[in-house]
């Protein structure tokens, strides 16, 4: 997924030159293990600064560092400890930072925040410029692929329960099939009583046998009637 982002950006930072200022934010192109100036601008000078913060949004949501009036500033990762350098100018309501040693992790959208007034009831000021930082990184770095074991366990469970469905319809069906046989031919009852079953298409012996009988005794009474014409 990381990776999938991370080519996102790249596809951007080649139609775009190395430092790009564009709608309130700055793109800037770095390659790996090199640093980045950055200076972060306030929209409001005219009430008292107390503490600045710097965050990134995007592929990461989190605070990166913050630092507060008098202080040294605190940094989230210890192994950032070494690598971010801040000098404040408070009194002019500007933040200056340096990251060095710069890896492709860093690639995200960088943005400041001033923090006014008194606590709890403190109020934040953006900066007047976001840093879209893309950091050009080839060397292959190690993937936790442990963050995603829970999705394969839902996506293997889905795939087994699809296949018991499946297996379970199937068989369904086939055993209703051979229960789908087409209905027998309707027999006459004389047919059956008399032992015969016709055929499709041709008379049987026995009804060629009847016929030759009803057309005798058919010829015979119109003979018998013909002669009963000259009895007196």
Known sequence: MLGLKYAHVTLLFLITPSVTAHGGIVYIHRVRNSSIDISCVSANKEENLFAFSLKRRLLQTSQ?????????????????KDRITVRDEFFNHTVHLTISNLQGQDTDVYHCEFHYGDL?????????????????????????????????????????????????????????????????????????????????????????????????????????????????
Not at 122 to 139: A, L
Not at 174 to 191: G, H
């Open 64 to 80: 990166v560092m913050y630092l507060s009036k008098g202080n040294t500033p605190y940094i989230n990762k210890s192994e950032d």
């Open 120 to 232: 709890p009831y403190d109020k934040n000021i953006p900066g007047k410029i976001e840093f879209f930082i893309y950091v050009e990184d080839f060397s292959r770095e190690p993937c936790n692929c442990s963050s995603y074991l829970p999705l394969l366990y839902v996506i293997s469970g889905a795939a087994c329960l699809l296949g018991v469905l499946v297996f379970t319809l199937a068989t369904a069906y086939c055993c209703k099939w051979p229960n789908r046989r087409k209905p027998q031919p309707v027999v006459p009852v004389y047919e059956e009583m008399t032992g015969v079953r016709p055929t499709k298409g041709k008379a049987t012996s026995r009804q060629t046998d009847i016929a030759k009988l009803e057309e005798t005794n058919s010829s015979l009474a119109t003979f018998l009637s013909n002669e009963n014409h000259y009895v007196n």
